[in-house]
């Protein structure tokens, strides 16, 4: 019924930019939170940035002055913006929307991951 639709990974160097974008569609009435996660190998997935409806974000320690998260209602996008990138941001991005459809159900949504690799 809801489809996330994710884009923008791949492979820079270290300290340059790149910007995740993840676009639901289907059947939404309303959606709350957006956020960010990511799994990096052998390690277990961590939440990266998370925005609410009301645009309050919060940001792992790791990630604080480097990346934002943002959203754009009208088009049920969540984007990350991510700059001065490290080799330790190389990882799996999934995106996350909590999403309620016209039948009222309500639950969470992942996108299909998008690989993002920091290498010189």
């Known amino acids: 019924q809801v489809q996330l639709m994710e884009s923008g990974g791949g492979l820079v160097q270290p300290g340059e930019s790149l910007r995740l974008s993840c676009a639901a569609s289907?059947?939404?009435?309303?959606?709350?939170?957006m956020g960010w996660y990511r799994q990096a190998p052998g390690k277990q997935r961590e939440l990266v940035a998370r925005?609410?409806?009301?645009?309050?974000?919060n940001y792992a320690d790791s990630v604080k002055g480097r990346f934002t998260i943002s959203r754009d209602n009208a088009k049920n996008t969540v984007i990350l913006q991510m700059i001065s990138l490290k080799p330790e941001d190389t990882a799996v991005y999934y995106c996350i929307q909590q999403v309620q459809t016209y039948d009222k159900r309500y639950r969470a949504y992942w996108g299909q991951g998008t690989q993002v690799t920091v290498s010189s």
């Open positions: 289907g059947n939404i009435f309303s959606i709350d939170d």
């Open positions: 925005i609410t409806n009301g645009g309050s974000t």
